[in-house]
Each structure stands twice: as C-alpha cells, then as structure tokens.
C-alpha cells in the first residue's frame, strides 16, 4: 500500500517482524561463534566441561564464561594465542545486532569474567585490542583496567 505521497506504507506489525529477525539470540550468537571460532571453541569446550559437566545449547549462556576463560589461559602463551581481535570485532557485532539477552550475556558472562586472574603484563595486548565500548562494560564491573596491579 502506498500513502498520498506515493510512499509505502509499513505497519507496525511488519515493522516489528522486520525487527525481531535482525535481534540475535543468546542461542544463535552461541552456535555461531562455535562456526566461526573452532579451535577457540574447542578450548572453551574443555573448560566448561571442567565446570558443567557437559556441552549443550541449554547452557549457552554460562558457556561464554568458559570463552572468557580460555582466553585468558591463552593471554600468557604467545604461541597459543588466538586471534583476539576477531574475537572482539565478532562480539561487538553482536552487541549491535543482538538483544538486551545477548547484552547482557555478553557483559555479564564473557566481559566480567575476561581477563579473571590474568597478570598485568599479560593483559596489557589483548586489552588494548578490546573495543572501546567493550572496556566501559568492562571499567562499569570492575572499576580499573586489568592492566593495573
């Protein structure tokens, strides 16, 4: 249908269908950072298997935890080392993309958990490859940067 103007006219029922498809779930981002990041997710795997038990969609969401911390494992190991910024540049698509679910997963299980127990020295790389928006979710958590003593 077209208005007066010769525009096409959007309800807001579509609007909100257009919506809901772009709004990426915790479950989605989870089986498509698996896709993206294999080897990272084998790593991840190991870890949460330590902790859970076992490795399943019902338990995306603590699943970013064990991300969290098999990266930082890999922050002292150069030749372990993943590609970190893609890591990063992944998630914060997903910020932009995703749900107040996705958010507050990302915030709550991956970044509050990043760099737990990760020596300074170690830190101060991967942390200055974090994006900008990424730290302040960070800096709101923990008060400082990983990088100070």
Known sequence: MT???GRTKVSDVTVHRLLMRSVVSVL?????????????TRAADAKHLQIWGNV?????YVWFESLAAA???QMG????????????????????????????????????????EVKPS???SVWSQLPKSMQRLYLNFHGRP????
């Open 77 to 116: 190991d150069e030749k372990q080392r993943t590609d970190i910024a893609s890591v990063f540049t992944y998630f914060q698509g997903q910020l932009r993309a995703g749900s107040h679910e996705v958010e507050n997963c990302i915030e709550v299980s991956f970044i509050e958990n990043l760099f737990w």
């Open 28 to 40: 989605e981002m989870y089986h498509g950072f698996r896709k993206q990041f294999p080897k990272l």
């Open 146 to 149: 990983p990088t100070q003593e």
């Open 56 to 60: 399943d969609y019902d338990t995306a």
């Open 3 to 5: 208005d007066a103007s």
């Open 122 to 124: 170690f830190a101060t």
């Open 71 to 73: 990266i930082n494992d």
